[in-house]
């Protein structure tokens, strides 16, 4: 298990932006990729964004391609989610998780972080 922490989530209006941050404490670990996944009342936990460590591979959720970039900190192990142009149907608990090896399940989940966009 890598120890993450998710932050910066917020209540926001429609067309803000907003950006998260997750960091993974302890270590040294060794990880692949990290990403970002959301979680909506009654729905399921869904995928938004991954990017590998080295840089080379970012995936995103069609619904939030060309509105939210993650970048990463490879050394610090840490990953951001900028979101821009907010939509109500964004308003969910977003999660940071951690791949350890290339195609394998993505886990250690942190707490979760809210992010409420509501006029």
């Known amino acids: 298990q890598v120890p993450l922490v998710e932050s910066g989530g917020g209540l926001v209006r429609p067309g803000d932006s907003l950006r998260l941050s997750c960091t993974a404490s302890?270590?040294?670990?060794?990880?692949?990729?990290m990403g970002w996944f959301r979680q909506a009342p009654g729905r399921e936990r869904e995928f938004v964004a991954a990017?590998?460590?080295?840089?080379?591979?970012?995936k995103y959720a069609d619904s939030v391609k060309d509105r939210f970039t993650i970048s990463r900190a490879r050394a610090k192990l840490e990953v951001y989610l900028q979101m821009n142009s907010l939509k109500p149907e964004d308003t969910a608990v977003y999660y940071c998780?951690?791949?350890?090896?290339?195609?394998?399940?993505?886990?250690?989940w942190g707490q979760g972080t809210q992010v409420t966009v509501e006029s």
């Open positions: 302890g270590g040294p670990f060794s990880v692949y990729a």
């Open positions: 990017k590998t460590m080295s840089g080379s591979t970012t």
């Open positions: 998780a951690v791949q350890k090896i290339a195609h394998g399940d993505f886990g250690s």
